[in-house]
């Protein structure tokens, strides 16, 4: 899957229980590794980094909000 978006734009992610959703957001936020591929965001190739480099780039540039 590639995706794509603007600086600044919105994505909204919708599907049923069990579609995804969350594991897409994990995988965009260094949570999770992926089992093949690999998972690029703002340049830095997240499947090869390690578990320090992933945490500074967490605290840098993710943000969650989780609702109630």
Same mark, same amino acid.
């Given at each position: 899957?590639?995706?794509?978006?603007?600086?600044?734009?919105?994505?909204?992610?919708?599907?049923?229980?069990?579609?995804?959703?969350?594991?897409? *957001?994990?995988?965009?936020?260094? *949570? $999770?590794?992926?089992?093949?591929?690999? %998972?690029? %965001?703002?340049?830095? $190739? *997240?499947?090869?980094?390690?578990?320090?480099?992933?945490?500074?780039?967490?605290?840098?540039?993710?943000?969650?909000?989780?609702?109630?």
């Amino acid at each position: 899957m590639n995706l794509e978006l603007e600086a600044g734009g919105y994505l909204a992610l919708m599907g049923p229980s069990g579609s995804g959703k969350t594991t897409l *957001l994990n995988l965009i936020a260094g *949570l $999770d590794r992926p089992t093949s591929g690999e %998972v690029i %965001v703002c340049g830095q $190739d *997240l499947s090869r980094a390690t578990e320090g480099e992933l945490s500074r780039w967490r605290a840098r540039y993710i943000g969650f909000i989780f609702q109630m």
